[in-house]
């Protein structure tokens, strides 16, 4: 979470006065002391939890609780839906409108969850690749580190359960 002095710093530096280019050298001066106290600030910022929003909607439910009990399927959002007599339309709505996010975005969240779980009882990228629904180590890889800040290895390193 960061702070109140981070946030402010962020409104103080995208206000309209930062993009006039005439600003004078004192201008240009504050802006930068300003960016390095924000990248302070940021770098003492506490780390927030991996959040994944829970739906509501009875048919969100559903497709969630079979996401849960197989984080590693590829059914298609129409498939899904056909099974539980939804379109992939009207469900894509309802991620976007009610989660806030594509059922690609909440799916590959999911994973990552189960990911870090199994990482954190020592299995190797590989194998959590596979179980997560991923093709290959690479994708996996990547979409861990683009979301978690660092990479498999590294976060299974630092977290296997004794």
Known sequence: ???????????????????????????????ARLRRVLVDELHEAREQPLQLPEPHDDRLQAIAQMMYEQPGDNTSLAELGRAIGASARTLSRLFHNELGMTFYEWRTQLRIYHALILLADGHDATHVAHACGWANPSSFISAFTNIIGTTPGRYRSGHQRL
Not at 3 to 27: C, F, K
Request: aromatic share 4%; proline share 3%; no cysteine.
């Open 1 to 31: 979470m960061v702070s109140d002095l981070a946030r402010e710093i962020v409104l103080a530096l995208t206000g309209p006065r930062n993009y006039d280019r005439a600003a004078s050298d004192h201008d240009r001066a504050r802006s």
